[in-house]
């Protein structure tokens, strides 16, 4: 198909959602504009993101050769200006891309300076010398880069794709004494710098790479990261460094985690070649705290004592080699450590007859200069935390102007001894700072506490100085954390983690202007099922997005279903707000309600049941509630509960044991209890029968007097007022707005996880009447916001709910061909008309009817049920004729769950009775069989059977009850 002027090949006939992803996405492209594209899971974004940018990459490369075509000639390329037509049909893109444009206008020009481009390695319209911009692909994992790469392989391509991978040395190394001596990026950098490693040393990393490719090319030029370690498994090669080769030639498309681009020390250290490049951001919805967290940063006081320790063993060893080769020993008078710095001073220890032997390594004026850093860095800690606490907090903030007016006076003109950098890019400090962690690792005997205590405080203070130079200290806070509120994380003891003095980004359009600016790069293209509210994210990105999009979803309307419920049983409202949390009412009309909706689920189809809270705390609260008043173990009765847990070690066990109890249709599924920013909200796939409904329970806002939390919402209020001053029309978020769109957005990555293809469907249940309120509706994500209702109490929604729940028809066919065929796509033309393309509404919402129709056939199981208010069934008279209508109108396992509780509460029955069990075994097995009962009484079409159920259960006593139920047997 033809989307403004690109052939996308898309392996299927696309669906109308993925032909609107698709057109938004090439029109950031041709426009060198910024987009922001958001797309619900199971629509194909990969998919468009892929087809898009490699057709649009590909089309820019054909009108490129177009174009270089008419070099010999005087006459411009047949293109005609007026009204945007492109005569020639090989190059259509020329007439929507503006640089294509010009160079149209005049190719001889063009041709030379494009010559001349690919000579030096300098950008034009293009990267390096290429014909087409690079396209670099960054996600949150490897795992998902993975998948990604797994979708490459199923595009049909006009030519062959070149590609790179970047990944980290715990995916690449095959070295396997460094991987058992830990902290594996340290080792590494220790065994290459000392040239121990057998993989690295003497290696042509060029030739391998040939090699490599030659290989990847046999098959589909395709790879993977299992394909480099395969390789370099075979060839005694490391295929990290093989790889750092192959995107050092700019290929077409380069995958890599997005936090190697975000974070400038990483993108430095690797040499991306980014100049002129699309970026693509894919699982961008975490964009904001990413870019924060990657330029934050903190130092205890464990840390620069291992940096000083380290630091002085480096100077001490080179005197040491130094006397020992001048034998000059006499002349050499040490200074105690207790003189002006960690060493004291630096001309000191190093007179004119040792200074050559010590430029080998550090320079006397680079010594000096971090000899005065590290105590800096001691001196400014220590007289931070002598001051008082703030009033209800544990740490207190220190003004960042004067810190950094402090390290200005104190470091400022020591900074200019510092040599030139040799990496093009790195600041004078940035450059200092990897030379000391390259002596540092090459210090034979040194600790490995003090090298990471070096490289972590050379890095903290080249990041002060990084702020100081660039004029940001605006950006920052800075806080001040004690060793007693700080010294049990992370299972560190008080005195190896010290007093913390930690230095937060608070802008995170800071991140993605720096990739502007030191990268050089031509467009940003983020996306995510869940990115919205659009505006907002604009706003605090800075970079400008004119390329916007909130995509609907590609199931047909009846597939999902979506209520905010306001009151629970016994009318109490649904209000998770910290003053709530802890009130038994509403505990118990929360646990009634999440009950209802398990029993319907339970009672149709079956399936997975999620239930999110807003963190941990509130979960574990819950559910110790609910198991002191009886709500967890009506819940258990019905389908098993599991909880997340806090370590991912014990994750895996439970999604397991989750995922045996959905998967296997004779059971009716289990519940899930997870938390909003948790691990199981985000990433993990619970597709079809793994999640047929999501219940939000209360708004994940962030913790309210986190000290991070408190100190942006500053921010935000001061930029504001700076906004009003400056009078320049600037938008920016308030600190309230801030905190509340922060609870909102791990909502939508939340009810994410219940459809995630087109054949999927399932229900997202708000839990808590705040969601009632309109700026919380509107800030849920579009294909769920669309057919969401608001019901005034539980009773209400279950009644609806177990209606849609009992007759949606999955056998409708959907809008569009499923994405199975393997059809030529249609001609865009024929689809969907690509002027209105971006305004595009969604179909109306099909009306469930009140009343369900005279007859309806649907099967359960094996055997078809007639169901509906003409259906004629005799009446249950008696015992016999109930267990007989059981095994005529239950399927298979239905009737099994009914039968073999019915026998396991006989048996405890009979052993009561021989003396063997005591009667909480019987009552238990009682519940049991009482709780396969109760699935009945919830089926909408199996009123029947819930008469006949009330033979045995209503009316008696205990005892009578026992001699009831022995009767059935």
Excluded at 140 to 146: D, E, F, G, I
Excluded at 420 to 434: H, K, Q, Y
């Amino acid at each position: 198909m033809k989307v403004r002027g690109v052939t996308v090949n898309f392996p299927f006939k696309p669906y109308h959602v993925q032909i609107v992803y698709i057109n938004k996405l090439i029109e950031g492209l041709n426009n060198r504009q910024n987009s922001l594209l958001e797309s619900p899971t199971g629509t194909g974004k990969t998919l468009c993101l892929l087809t898009g940018t490699i057709g649009w990459q590909q089309a820019y490369f054909d009108a490129v050769e177009y174009i270089e075509s008419f070099k010999g000639g005087d006459e411009p390329a047949p293109y005609q200006h007026q009204f945007g037509v492109q005569l020639d049909p090989r190059a259509p893109i020329i007439g929507l891309c503006d640089e294509l444009k010009d160079a149209a206008a005049n190719p001889r020009q063009f041709a030379a300076v494009h010559t001349a481009a690919g000579q030096r390695g300098e950008d034009l319209a293009q990267a390096f010398g290429r014909k087409a911009p690079m396209v670099v692909y960054a996600s949150r994992t490897h795992s998902q880069l993975k998948q990604v790469m797994a979708e490459l392989h199923k595009l049909r391509l006009k030519r062959p794709v070149s590609m790179g991978i970047m990944g980290s040395r715990a995916h690449l190394c095959i070295n396997q004494k460094a991987k058992d001596a830990g902290n594996l990026d340290m080792t590494c950098r220790t065994m290459m710098v000392q040239r121990k490693c057998r993989f690295a040393r003497d290696q042509n990393f060029d030739s391998e790479a040939e090699s490599f490719l030659s290989e990847a090319t046999g098959r589909t030029g395709l790879f993977d990261m299992e394909d480099l370690v395969s390789f370099g498994s075979r060839r005694g090669v490391c295929p990290l460094y093989i790889s750092r080769k192959i995107v050092s030639r700019c290929p077409d498309v380069v995958f890599m985690p997005y936090n190697y681009l975000l974070t400038p020390a990483i993108r430095n250290n690797m040499k991306i070649p980014l100049k002129g490049a699309v970026v693509i951001v894919d699982e961008a919805h975490n964009i904001e705290s990413v870019c924060m967290d990657s330029f934050s940063d903190e130092i205890s006081t464990g840390l620069i004592g291992a940096a000083i320790d380290g630091f002085n063993q480096i100077v001490e060893k080179s005197i040491a080699e130094t006397v020992a080769e001048t034998k000059q020993a006499d002349e050499f008078q040490p200074v105690h450590k207790s003189q002006a710095g960690p060493y004291g001073d630096a001309d000191a220890l190093f007179p004119a007859a040792f200074s050559q032997k010590v430029q080998v390594s550090l320079t006397a004026e680079e010594v000096q200069f971090w000899n005065d850093a590290l105590e800096f860095l001691q001196q400014a800690l220590a007289e931070y935390t002598k001051l008082p606490r703030q009033p209800d907090s544990s740490g207190r903030e220190v003004p960042a102007a004067a810190l950094f007016e402090s390290l200005k006076m104190a470091m400022g003109p020591k900074m200019s001894l510092l040599p030139s950098p040799t990496d093009e890019g790195r600041g004078l400090v940035d450059s200092a700072a990897m030379k000391l962690e390259t002596v540092a690792v090459q210090t034979d005997g040194m600790k490995a506490g003090w090298k990471h205590g070096l490289s972590a405080t050379s890095a903290f203070f080249s990041r002060l100085c990084e702020i100081v130079e660039t004029q940001a200290e605006g950006l920052y806070k800075i806080w001040v954390q004690p060793a007693d509120d700080e010294g049990g994380r992370e299972g560190k003891s008080k005195a190896k983690a010290g007093d913390v003095i930690k230095i937060w980004a608070m802008n995170p359009g800071f991140a993605i202007e720096s990739l502007f600016k030191q990268g050089q790069i031509r467009s940003l293209v983020l996306t995510s099922g869940t990115l919205g509210p659009l505006p907002a994210l604009d706003a605090e990105l800075k970079v400008g997005f004119p390329v916007q999009l909130e995509n609907d979803h590609v199931i047909p309307p009846q597939s999902l279903w979506a209520g905010v419920v306001c009151k629970g049983p016994g009318g109490i409202p649904l209000n998770s707000s910290f003053k709530n949390r802890a009130d038994p009412g509403y505990l118990r009309a929360l646990g009634g309600s999440v009950l209802a909706v398990v029993q319907a689920v339970a009672g149709g189809r079956g399936g997975g049941c999620l239930v999110f809270f807003p963190s941990h705390g509130s979960l574990g609260s819950t559910v110790k509630a609910w198991e002191m008043d009886g709500t967890f173990d009506a819940i258990q009765l019905v389908m098993p509960v599991f909880v997340e847990p806090r370590t991912q070690r014990e994750l895996g066990t439970v999604l397991d044991l989750f995922t045996a109890e959905t998967d296997n249709p004779k059971r009716p599924g289990a519940v899930l209890c997870a938390v909003c920013r948790g691990r199981i909200s985000e990433g993990i796939d619970f597709a079809d029968r793994r999640a047929r409904a999501v219940m939000i329970v209360g708004i994940p806002f962030p913790a309210f007097k986190d000290p991070r939390v408190v100190l942006k919402r500053q921010y935000q209020d001061e930029a504001v007022r700076r906004a009003k001053a400056g009078g320049a029309g600037e938008v920016v978020v308030p600190g309230d707005d801030w905190y509340k769109l922060s609870g909102r957005k791990p909502v939508n990555q939340a009810i994410g996880r219940v459809i995630r293809h087109i054949k999927d469907f399932g229900a997202v249940i708000f839990l808590d009447e705040r969601f009632a309120y309109r700026d919380n509706r509107e800030s849920i994500s579009a294909w769920v916001k669309r057919r969401l209702r608001v019901y005034p109490d539980s009773q209400s929604m279950t009644a609806e709910f177990n209606q849609w729940w009992h007759h949606i028809d999955m056998t409708a066919p959907p809008d569009a061909s499923p994405a199975a065929s393997n059809e030529e796509p249609a001609p865009l033309s024929e689809v969907v008309d690509v002027s209105r393309v971006g305004v595009f509404q969604p179909p109306p919402l099909a009306q469930i009817p009140a009343e369900p129709p005279a007859v309806n056939m649907r099967t359960v199981g094996r055997r078809p049920i007639r169901v509906g208010h003409a259906a004629r069934r005799p009446a249950i008279r008696d015992k016999k004729g109930f267990m007989a209508r059981l095994k005529s109108d239950l399927n298979t396992t239905e009737y099994s769950a009914f039968k073999e509780a019915a026998a396991a509460f006989w048996a405890a029955h009979r052993q009561h009775n021989e003396g063997v069990c005591n009667t909480r075994v019987v009552y238990e097995k009682r519940d049991g069989l009482l709780s396969v009962a109760r699935t009945l009484l919830f089926r909408t079409d199996r009123q029947d059977l819930a008469e006949g159920v009330g033979l045995f259960l209503s009316g008696v006593d205990r005892v009578e009850y026992l001699k009831e139920c022995e009767g059935i047997g």
